[in-house]
């Protein structure tokens, strides 16, 4: 029997998600803008998916924007940051020509680190390195605010190390921080988290965390692959412009006929982990130590367990390396034949790890200096 050890690139679907997928598509295949009775049922189960999913996060549903995934979120979020600058420069008589500034880590997924990147004519960027242990400092981010930074995007929980960053500590620095901006009339700071690696493992709470934005996958915790954006307090506390423009779905911040099925089955899966996540916790935290401690055992000190030390790690991850000159990750999976692994992101071109990817050469020596420009 082959062994997936790959939960971080995608999960396979909860039969009970599959369940309600099919039956959406067989039901509830109205479009949910129309008035008619069928349309009014499909617009139904998208608002208890929509309900679910704030329960699992503690968030009201009218915060939750459907997308297509994680990207889309993401993305949202950075491109939407050049009109909330603009907009904030038309209020104020000061005239400011620097440029939006924003700060992230250097082991961001993809999806964060490259709308980021495409936007560098436009705005400037700090990437702050993380620790030796794989966790980001807090007044490593805190210190490098300036009066023109307007976003901090940092991820809940790294999907190759398994580490969680301290989203809650800055979270709360960055409110203080907040509070005299405001009385110094300076833009205030959002702040974005992309959980896509921490949500069916640990608990997520918007209170607890803190954080303006929250980008949601659905595949990471045996949903389909469609995500969704929590934006707190849409229109207030956090703004959000739309990329694409079209009907008015999702109160026009999403505009597009809605994925009935998808969003059903992302719904499904949010309420598995609203009512079971300790109870998952507990079991990939029992298997991932049994897993680490047979490695142990067989291979003694030729086995390295990285990220251990001083972090709080996701309770699915364990991130190995063997001691052996010549040896190299890819070579030994490919010996493995019936277990299905990866030696760094799926995402990632050639399914390289984080910071070695040929094709992103500049981006990773910007990062692992620690550019600011």
């Keep these: 029997m082959p062994i997936y050890l790959d939960y971080n690139a995608t999960t396979p679907l909860e039969p009970t998600v599959i369940e309600s997928i099919t039956k959406s598509l067989s039901e509830n295949w109205a479009n949910p803008s129309s008035g008619y009775a069928s349309g009014v049922a499909a617009k139904k189960i998208i608002n208890e998916a929509r309900k679910n999913i704030g329960l699992m996060i503690g968030a009201n549903p009218e915060d939750i924007i459907f997308t297509s995934g994680g990207t889309e979120a993401n993305n949202m979020v950075i491109f939407g940051i050049l009109e909330y600058y603009a907009n904030w420069l038309r209020t104020i008589k000061t005239e400011i020509k620097d440029k939006p500034h924003i700060i992230t880590t250097n082991v961001e997924h993809d999806a964060v680190i490259l709308p980021i990147r495409h936007l560098q004519k436009k705005r400037n960027v700090t990437i702050v390195p993380v620790l030796k242990t794989g966790c980001v400092d807090v007044q490593d981010i805190i210190s490098e605010v300036r009066p023109t930074t307007c976003l901090i995007t940092v991820m809940l929980a790294n999907n190759e190390t398994g580490v969680i960053?301290?989203?809650?500590?800055?979270?709360?620095?960055?409110?203080?921080?907040?509070?005299?901006?405001?009385?110094?009339?300076?833009?205030?700071?959002?702040?974005?988290?992309?959980?896509?690696?921490?949500?069916?493992?640990?608990?997520?709470?918007?209170?607890?965390?803190?954080?303006?934005?929250?980008?949601?996958?659905?595949?990471?915790?045996?949903?389909?692959?469609?995500?969704?954006?929590?934006?707190?307090?849409?229109?207030?506390?956090?703004?959000?412009?739309?990329?694409?423009?079209?009907?008015?779905?999702?109160?026009?911040?999403?505009?597009?006929?809605?994925?009935?099925?998808?969003?059903?089955?992302?719904?499904?899966?949010?309420?598995?982990?609203?009512?079971?996540?300790?109870?998952?916790?507990?079991?990939?935290?029992?298997?991932?130590?049994?897993?680490?401690?047979?490695?142990?055992?067989?291979?003694?000190?030729?086995?390295?367990?990285?990220?251990?030390?001083?972090?709080?790690?996701?309770?699915?991850?364990?991130?190995?390396?063997?001691?052996?000159?010549?040896?190299?990750?890819?070579?030994?999976?490919?010996?493995?034949?019936?277990?299905?692994?990866?030696?760094?992101?799926?995402?990632?071109?050639?399914?390289?790890?984080?910071?070695?990817?040929?094709?992103?050469?500049?981006?990773?020596?910007?990062?692992?200096?620690?550019?600011?420009?």
């Excluded at 901006?181 to 300076?186: E, P, S």
């Excluded at 990329?243 to 992302?266: A, H, K």
Aim: aromatic fraction near 8%; proline fraction near 4%; charged fraction near 20%.
């Design 165 to 373: 960053m301290p989203i809650e500590h800055i979270g709360r620095s960055i409110q203080q921080i907040n509070k005299q901006r405001r009385a110094n009339k300076l833009i205030e700071i959002l702040y974005h988290t992309d959980a896509a690696q921490a949500i069916g493992k640990i608990e997520v709470d918007t209170e607890t965390l803190q954080a303006n934005y929250i980008t949601i996958v659905g595949h990471k915790f045996y949903g389909p692959r469609i995500g969704c954006l929590y934006a707190q307090g849409i229109g207030s506390k956090a703004p959000v412009y739309p990329m694409l423009f079209g009907g008015g779905q999702e109160s026009g911040y999403r505009p597009g006929t809605e994925n009935t099925p998808m969003i059903v089955g992302l719904g499904e899966a949010a309420r598995l982990v609203f009512r079971h996540l300790t109870k998952y916790s507990s079991h990939m935290t029992k298997i991932r130590d049994y897993l680490e401690t047979k490695l142990k055992e067989t291979f003694g000190n030729e086995v390295v367990f990285n990220c251990k030390s001083d972090v709080i790690r996701l309770p699915n991850t364990c991130n190995i390396s063997f001691r052996k000159e010549g040896l190299y990750g890819h070579r030994v999976l490919s010996r493995c034949t019936n277990i299905s692994a990866s030696i760094g992101a799926a995402c990632h071109t050639n399914n390289q790890p984080s910071g070695s990817t040929p094709t992103h050469e500049e981006i990773w020596r910007i990062i692992y200096e620690g550019h600011t420009e």
